[in-house]
């Protein structure tokens, strides 16, 4: 079955950075375009950034310029490097694939935190 295991999390100060990761089982990665997705507390989820299976990217406009969406296809990983990092990036951040089966299913992984505080 699809497994989505995000990582990469933790504690960083503002103006920092972290590379989140996304490992994905159970489909065909490659075929598949990808997005990473945040909550903060209290709040809906939001889509951060996508990536096509051909490697075309979108992003937030809040995003725009600090972070960038990967992925390595050989490794089915999907990564998100987030630089200049603000106390209001705070949230748990997800990965999913946008449309897919599970995704209008309502399948999220487990997620992981990032906090961005002095």
């Known amino acids: 079955q699809v497994q989505l295991v995000e990582s990469g999390g933790g504690l960083v100060q503002p103006g920092g950075s972290l590379r989140l990761s996304c490992a994905a089982s159970?489909?065909?990665?490659?075929?598949?375009?990808m997005g990473w997705y945040r909550q903060a507390p209290g709040k809906q989820r939001d889509l951060v950034a996508t990536i096509t299976n051909g490697g075309r990217t979108t992003y937030a406009d809040s995003m725009k310029g600090r972070f960038t969406i990967s992925r390595d296809n050989t490794r089915n990983t999907l990564y998100l490097q987030m630089n200049s990092l603000k106390p209001e990036d705070t949230a748990v951040y997800y990965c999913n694939a946008p449309g897919s089966s599970w995704f209008l299913n309502g399948y999220w992984g487990q997620g992981t935190q990032v906090t961005v505080s002095s």
């Open positions: 159970g489909f065909t990665f490659s075929t598949y375009a």
